[in-house]
């Protein structure tokens, strides 16, 4: 203290009137905290929510609920999870994360048809959900249309024969060897799969000479059969004696040692006559040479 008074009086001037300050900055925040405990921050925020009641009520609107979410005010209102934005849905006390799972949702096409498609919201505990359930508007664009139009007269339903063609009824037949896949999808158990397999198969046989070829193709069902009819006589011939190896492998029921031991035949012997020449080789088994009939020309 003593030294205080040897300092020059400017230096003595300037440190009381520092102290000056620093006593009147102590005295106003003392004065100020004795006012309720509230801060300027806190007493602004309580006018401003304060006015927003007010208008609430000029307009005829409800009072906004609130409540604490993890130290934080969040606040109950009318919203639609279709629409709502970012800031909205916060308000409605939920997490960021949560607030972005909605988005990824939307995004993704998910429509909320109706308030319970908000409880599948990743994350939603089952006390957000009871709280923010009286809340919850679905607009009617988004509502399912079997519900919005459910009163109304429905028109008749009118089946697209194309894609779904009728079916044949029982004593109805499809000629085999002429048949387009359109036709043959009239067929019940033939599906677009089965009449373009009936199709290939009928252009490398050469056509069918009996219905129960049919079941040579795979897991070809065999209650479609009863509608089927074949011609023996539309079915193309093969003139055994003129083709080469290659072209008589083609044939379903020629298989290369056959089509070898035909060549080899006729390279021996001269041109074949008969099947029942054939019928002394093994290869050709007595079913084999009963298939070809229908099929070989000399």
């Not at 004065?31 to 000029?58: F, L």
């Not at 009286?134 to 028109?155: G, V």
């Not at 209650?223 to 055994?240: E, G, H, M, Q, V």
Request: aromatic share 12%; hydrophobic share 35%; glycine share 8%.
């Amino acid at each position: 203290m003593k030294n205080f008074f040897y300092l020059q009086r400017s230096d003595r001037r300037a440190i009381l009137a520092a102290l000056a300050v620093l006593a009147i900055a102590v005295g106003v925040t003392l004065y100020v905290g004795s006012q309720g405990g509230t801060t300027p921050t806190a007493a602004a925020d309580s006018t401003a929510i304060k006015k927003m009641h007010c208008k609430e009520r000029a307009y005829g609107k409800k009072e906004t609920t609130y409540y604490d979410v993890g130290g934080r005010k969040a606040e109950l209102f009318a919203f639609d999870p279709n629409t709502a934005d970012s800031t909205q849905l916060l308000r409605l006390g939920l997490a960021p994360w949560q607030v972005r799972n909605i988005y990824k949702y939307r995004a993704a096409g998910g429509i909320y048809r109706r308030p319970s498609d908000f409880a599948r919201l990743y994350g939603l505990t089952k006390g957000q959900y009871e709280r923010l359930l009286p809340y919850i508007r679905i607009s009617d664009d988004y509502r399912p249309a079997t519900e919005a139009y459910a009163t109304e007269r429905q028109e008749p339903y009118a089946r697209d024969t194309l894609r779904y063609p009728l079916k044949l009824k029982p004593g109805e037949h499809v000629a085999l060897n002429s048949a387009d896949t359109s036709l043959l999808k009239r067929v019940p158990g033939i599906g677009s799969g089965f009449a373009r397999a009936i199709v290939r198969y009928r252009e490398r046989l050469g056509g069918f000479y009996k219905v129960g070829q049919l079941l040579e193709i795979d897991n070809f069902p065999q209650s479609a059969l009863p509608y089927f009819t074949a011609d023996a006589s539309l079915c193309r011939k093969l003139n055994i004696n003129k083709l080469t190896l290659s072209q008589l492998r083609r044939h379903p029921y020629i298989g290369f040692y056959q089509a070898k031991t035909i060549i080899g035949h006729r390279r021996l012997y001269g041109p074949i006559h008969s099947l029942d020449e054939l019928s002394l080789y093994k290869d050709f088994p007595p079913e084999t040479i009963e298939k070809l009939r229908n099929y070989v020309e000399f």
